[in-house]
Structure formats: C-alpha cells, structure tokens
C-alpha cells in the first residue's frame, strides 16, 4: 500500500498497490495537486492503513500464527510419543497446549495474537 499526504489539507490518501505519486496523478486526475510524496510505509505484514494511519489488524496477525502453530504442534507430538510409550498419560498442561495450537490452526481461536507458552518437558518421561 502506498500512502500519499496532502499537504494543503493534511489528509492521507492510500493506494492498495505500490504506485508513485505521478503514476496516481496521471491515473486519477480529480486528486488535489497538493499531494505530497511522502510516503509512510506499512510496518508490517498484520498492519492495515485505517485512513490516518497504520493499526494492528488482530485478524491478519491471528492468521500469521497459524503457521507457526502448526509447526510447534508438530513438534510437540514427541511428548504424546514418549508418554505413550512409558504408558504415562500425557499432562493436562501439555494437552491444554495442544489444544491451543490446535486452534490457532485450524482457525477456530481467531482472537489469539501471540503463540501459547509451551510447559515443561514432563519429568517422568
């Protein structure tokens, strides 16, 4: 996204692709000629332009856990392995983490922002 000011009245204009501020002129002739080209960046992929400025959107950060949820899930199976194995059952502090990847992954928490902490390695395997 490309944001433009315009210097006569302070309002930000944005662009949902990277144009110039030429390009924009060219493209939309009715924009005041008083746009400046100063251009304020997005922070972030999780970042959406509100009209003044950049805020965190819960939604895309939420959906770029995802990923990584999955990863660490997969990752924790050697746990649920393990306690098989030793016919221990798996901790309840294990299974609620599982079960938070789960759904970070799979879409149904939606309001998570940051990955759940992962327990200690359980002491009896």
């Not at 509100?50 to 990923?67: E, F, H, M, T």
């Not at 393990?82 to 992954?105: E, F, G, H």
């Not at 759940?116 to 359980?122: E, N, Q």
């Amino acid at each position: 996204m490309t944001n433009f000011q315009d210097t006569a009245t302070g309002i930000i204009i944005g662009f949902p692709n990277d144009i110039t501020l030429e390009e924009a002129l060219k493209q939309f002739p009715t924009l005041p000629t008083t746009l400046s080209a100063t251009v304020i960046p997005s922070p972030g992929k999780d970042y959406s332009w509100d009209g003044s400025a950049w805020v965190l959107d819960p939604v895309k950060q939420n959906i770029s856990l995802r990923a990584p949820a999955k990863d660490l899930l997969e990752k924790s199976d050697i746990v649920v392995i393990r306690c098989y194995a030793a016919s221990v059952p798996v901790p309840p502090d294990w299974d609620t983490y599982r079960k938070q990847l789960r759904n970070i992954m799979n879409g149904t928490d939606t309001t998570s922002i940051v990955l759940p902490t992962r327990p200690p390695y359980p002491e009896n395997l």
